[in-house]
Structures are given as structure tokens and as C-alpha cells.
Nanobody, 120 residues
């Protein structure tokens, strides 16, 4: 089974920066994509950013230009660099891995989440 562990969350003032890390381990045939999602209190979980195995990226409009997603395959780690943070970025951030478990099937794996709080 695949396990994801997020780290790097915390409290930061508006305009500051944080870098989230997602270390994955376990057995999987291949990774299709990894992503970061977030969920604020009383709101639906939303996509923040994704990166494919070919390092093609996609961002939510609300974070585009401020956040950068990346991967280090040698370290089995994905990152989310968050700059110019705003109070509305406050949420629990979750790491996602979409992987191929057989030649014809895929599965999503999720981390436990890490809290990001941005104060004004």
C-alpha cells in the first residue's frame, strides 16, 4: 500500500511564505499525477495544484502566480511552494497521489493533511 505524509504547515503572516512537503512510500507501478488540495472550515475540498509524471502543471485561479508545485522523484517527494500568502489561503492542505496499480486500473491515495493558517 502507498502512504503519504505531509509536513511544513504552520502559522504565517499575510505576505509570507511556506513550503509544504509530501513524502510517499510503498509499492506502486507508476504515478500518473500528484496534487495538492485544500479544505477550509465549512467549505468543499478544492484542487490547488497538480503535476503529472511529465511535470506538466495546473493551478487553481486563486493561487496561480503565487504557488508552485514540484516533484523530486529521487526523493519520492512532492512540494508546494506558497508565496504571498493571504488569509483566504487558510485551510487544511492534503497531498494526493494518482497511481497505476495494474495496467488497466488506477487509484487515488491521500495524506492526513497539514494545517496552514495565514493571519492578517
Amino acid at each position: 500500500q502507498v502512504q503519504l505524509v505531509e509536513s511544513g504547515g504552520g502559522l504565517v503572516q499575510a505576505g509570507g511564505s511556506l513550503r509544504l512537503s509530501c513524502k510517499y512510500s510503498g509499492s506502486i507501478f507508476s504515478i500518473n499525477a500528484m496534487g495538492w488540495y485544500r479544505q477550509a472550515p465549512g467549505k468543499q475540498r478544492e484542487l490547488v495544484a497538480t503535476i503529472t509524471s511529465g511535470k506538466s502543471t495546473n493551478y487553481a485561479d486563486s493561487v496561480k502566480g503565487r504557488f508552485t508545485i514540484s516533484r523530486d522523484n529521487a526523493k519520492n517527494t512532492a512540494y508546494l511552494q506558497m508565496n504571498s500568502l493571504k488569509p483566504e489561503d487558510t485551510a487544511i492542505y492534503y497531498c494526493n497521489l494518482n497511481g497505476r496499480i495494474t495496467w488497466s486500473s488506477t487509484r487515488d491515495y491521500w495524506g492526513q493533511g497539514t494545517q496552514v493558517t495565514v493571519s492578517s
